[in-house]
């Protein structure tokens, strides 16, 4: 026979670990003992005021006996009426008196106290415990203070007296059993309620993060548009929502970029791809010369380049935002790099009819870098400004120290940028001008791939820009590398 959990063994540990129920055991168990330590301390110092008041009496009563007894020996009457007759006159909290001589003989007793109290047991009680209260059963059952001193008698003294005292406390008692009831009474019924209590609260208190969830799971690839409206919540929550919408906001962005990004590789391979392939069916669909296949090749690899190229670039952005990627650092003169620069692409500005320039720092300028990606960020930069800037313009290499921090500017006089695509141009594939970029063979990775190889030397790339008077380029290095 199998034995399978029932649905509340299994619901069991679901429940110990929600949320919910977590802050309903501490909010219960926080209650029960905050109760328990008021309830507690406050039947202490009852318990001891109730003391302290019997005490008190017990002391003043034997202070007026012993006056009494000191200075109006003879005065039978003021004794009689304040052992006999004032605790008859009292209702409740009842006390009893007993004078006893020097030979243990009682002289005045209070009426009824022999009904109460055993006398042998009294004294047996209060000589074990002199100068001090001690408590005592009845022979009812009542509970009673009980006290004995000694009393001189005359001034100057003839004699000693005993004087015995015993107050009934059973009313205090009564008081103390019923607040042990109701306090127990009112844990009971608060054990009850607190979870009761403490679980509304939890739930009213985690309203919002299960609204935070809910929002959370409609969130998906194709819908990232969803947003938590946090007005009403607490700030700490409030905080969490609008840091969880802020991250959404990046995401939506990052799909968005993601998005284009595929969009614009799928057409920029598709394009070198359907030429390729194009020319070629074009050739087989009849004999052809060979100077015509010749052509057919020459186009051919012009695309296959341009493929090449592509993909080059893809793997080298791929590679450079991985956390993996290393440098390979070296003390680089940066001046020393751009005559570098300028020396490679003099021939391609000349035969643009461009001027082509670095101006010398005035001091060394160097810094730890890796002299490769440096020479090919410049190298992108200076093609652009090449390829962008028509016949008699010029292109000027710069750099300056400034501090810690170096600047290669490159200064060109093209025709410039327009305000809109500013905040564009270091994205992928982004070309101010696609048709011209696609005659050209650019593909729009240039920019990107330069703010990439900043961002591995913890730099900066800055552009800008104005209609028809040309383009500046400001890349910023430390000259010690943090990587």
């Not at 800037?389 to 490159?410: D, F, M, Q, Y």
Request: glycine share 6%.
């Amino acid at each position: 026979m199998s034995l399978k959990p029932n649905r509340s063994s299994r619901l069991a540990p679901r429940l110990r670990r929600t949320l919910a129920f977590r802050l309903t055991a501490a909010y219960s168990i926080a209650g029960l003992l905050l109760l328990l330590l008021g309830t507690v301390s406050l039947y202490i110092v009852l318990r001891a005021e109730l003391e302290r008041s019997t005490e008190l009496f017990l002391a003043d009563k034997l202070h007026v006996l012993r006056t009494m007894l000191r200075e109006r020996p003879n005065d039978e009457d003021g004794l009689r009426e304040e052992i006999e007759l004032e605790s008859a006159a009292r209702r409740y909290q009842q006390f009893y008196i007993r004078l006893l001589d020097e030979r243990g003989a009682p002289i005045l007793t209070t009426p009824g106290m022999a009904q109460r109290l055993d006398f042998a047991e009294l004294a047996n009680r209060t000589r074990s415990h002199p100068g001090r209260s001690i408590s005592m059963v009845g022979r009812n059952g009542q509970a009673f203070r009980v006290a004995s001193a000694s009393a001189e008698v005359g001034s100057p003294p003839t004699g000693s007296d005993t004087i015995q005292i015993a107050i009934d406390i059973s009313q205090e008692e009564e008081l103390l059993a019923r607040y042990r009831f109701w306090f127990w009474a009112i844990l009971l019924i608060t054990a009850v309620l607190f979870p009761l209590a403490g679980y509304r609260i939890a739930r009213h208190g985690i309203r919002p993060v299960e609204q935070i969830a809910a929002t959370a799971r409609r969130i998906t690839s194709t819908n990232l548009r969803e947003r938590i409206q946090a007005e009403g919540y607490p700030l700490e929550l409030a905080s969490l929502a609008g840091t969880f919408n802020e991250m959404l906001d990046r995401l939506e962005e990052s799909f968005e970029r993601i998005s284009r990004f595929s969009a614009d590789i799928a057409h920029d391979l598709r394009t070198p791809v359907n030429n390729i392939r194009g020319e070629a069916e074009v050739a087989l669909a009849r004999a052809r010369t060979v100077e015509e296949y010749r052509e057919v090749l020459e186009s051919s690899l012009e695309e296959a380049v341009r493929l090449s190229d592509l993909i080059g670039d893809l793997l080298f952005l791929a590679r450079a935002e991985s956390p993996l990627t290393e440098l390979h650092l070296e003390k680089v003169n940066v001046g020393e790099l751009l005559t570098t620069v300028r020396d490679y692409y003099e021939a391609t500005a000349a035969d643009a009819g461009v001027s082509l320039t670095a101006v010398e720092p005035a001091g060394a300028a160097s810094a730890s870098l890796d002299r490769s990606l440096m020479l090919r960020a410049v190298s992108n930069l200076v093609s652009n400004a090449i390829a962008h800037t028509p016949k008699g313009g010029s292109v000027t290499l710069a750099v300056s120290a400034a501090g810690p921090e170096i600047r290669i500017e490159i200064r060109d006089t093209g025709r410039g940028i327009p305000a809109e695509a500013l905040p564009r141009v270091f994205d992928r594939f982004f070309r101010v001008d696609p048709s011209r970029s696609q005659i050209s063979g650019g593909t729009g990775l240039g920019l990107a791939i330069v703010q990439s190889i900043m961002a591995l030397h913890d730099g900066s790339a800055e552009i800008g820009s104005q209609l028809g008077c040309g383009t500046i380029v400001t890349l910023r290095i430390h000259t010690a590398a943090k990587r």
